[in-house]
T-cell receptor, first 113, second 114 residues
Framework: DAGVIQSPRHEVTEMGQEVTLRCKPI?????LFWYRQTMMRGLELLIY????????DSGMPEDRFSAKMPNASFSTLKIQPSEPRDSAVYFC???????????FGDGTRLSIL | KQEVTQIPAALSVPEGENLVLNCSFT??????LQWFRQDPGKGLTSLLL?????REQTSGRLNASLDKSSGRSTLYIAASQPGDSATYLC?????????????FGRGTQLTVWP
């Protein structure tokens, strides 16, 4: 299996620009999670989906962040407008049942200048 | 809200030593506990998952124990090797959680030198 695929691996952009991060979960997995990792706060859950439906978005920091899952094989996390404090590594993870081990992608390292 | 703490934050040891990494959590009403490994620039890899009804899990040189009542777990690494160098994270799933939401500790950064 190809594993969870995230793109891009690295993104550097100027503040105010729109940023879109992409994730392809493992085929057959019906739960998808977006996390953010920083030195200050560690790993934080932003949002998660089950069967393409957002279940809990309480971790989304503010309205500048939005996430979609239009189908079972694709999800996006969008930041508009981006700010320097959004700089972090963003991970996507998927699982085939809520309480089973989550499989993580390699992350997108985002730098907002 | 569940809070997960890991001690120590960093550990540097010579090859061959047996190691213990510690994890504690504030709410004992958990569904399961997982230990992950994270290599630099990579995502997380699940190492061991312990259900709340279990006391320990083993995989090769790794052994994880769970004491739910005291809110503690340990990861034991036997005969450490330089290839074990990575950050190890502990995460729990609350019983009240919807669909397996994980709460992570900050991790223990392990360096094993030859």
């Amino acid at each position: 299996d190809a594993g969870v695929i995230q793109s891009p691996r690295h993104e550097v952009t100027e503040m105010g620009q729109e940023v879109t991060l992409r994730c392809k979960p493992i085929s057959g997995h019906n739960s998808l999670f977006w996390y953010r990792q920083t030195m200050m706060r560690g790993l934080e859950l932003l949002i998660y989906f089950n069967n393409n439906v957002p279940i809990d978005d309480s971790g989304m920091p503010e309205d500048r962040f939005s996430a979609k899952m239009p189908n079972a094989s694709f999800s996006t996390l969008k930041i508009q407008p981006s700010e320097p404090r959004d700089s972090a590594v963003y991970f996507c993870a998927s699982t085939d049942a809520g309480f089973q081990p989550q499989h993580f992608g390699d992350g997108t390292r985002l730098s907002i200048l | 809200k569940q809070e997960v703490t890991q001690i120590p934050a960093a550990l540097s040891v010579p090859e061959g030593e047996n190691l213990v990494l510690n994890c504690s959590f504030t709410d004992s009403a958990i569904y399961n506990l997982q230990w992950f490994r994270q290599d630099p620039g990579k995502g997380l890899t699940s190492l061991l998952l312990i259900q709340s009804s279990q006391r320990e899990q083993t995989s090769g040189r790794l052994n994880a124990s769970l004491d739910k009542s005291s809110g503690r777990s340990t990861l034991y690494i036997a005969a450490s090797q330089p290839g074990d160098s990575a950050t190890y994270l502990c995460a729990v799933t609350d019983r009240g959680s919807t669909l397996g939401r994980l709460y992570f500790g900050r991790g223990t950064q392990l360096t094993v030198w030859p």
